[in-house]
């Protein structure tokens, strides 16, 4: 089952500051999924900012076991 982010989670996956992938999403950069308010990711949004900056492709990222 998909799993939705909040940004302090998303940012967290990614491994950047929250405050870079707020401002990636208000340029549009990150795909989002907004419910009211609240903006939450997807893992198919997390994968389309690796490919959006290739600078975090190069970073490992963390699996979960």
């Given at each position: 089952?998909?799993?939705?982010y909040t940004?302090?989670?998303?940012?967290?996956?990614?491994?950047?500051?929250?405050t870079t992938l707020?401002?990636?999403?208000?340029?549009?950069?990150v795909p989002c999924h907004?419910?009211?308010?609240?903006v939450r990711f997807t893992d198919s949004d997390l994968e389309a900012a690796y490919q959006v900056c290739p600078a975090l492709a190069r970073r490992p990222r963390h699996r979960p076991s």
């Open positions: 089952m998909a799993r939705d940004y302090a989670e998303a940012a967290a996956k990614l491994r950047i500051a929250e707020r401002r990636w999403v208000s340029k549009g950069r907004r419910l009211g308010r609240k």
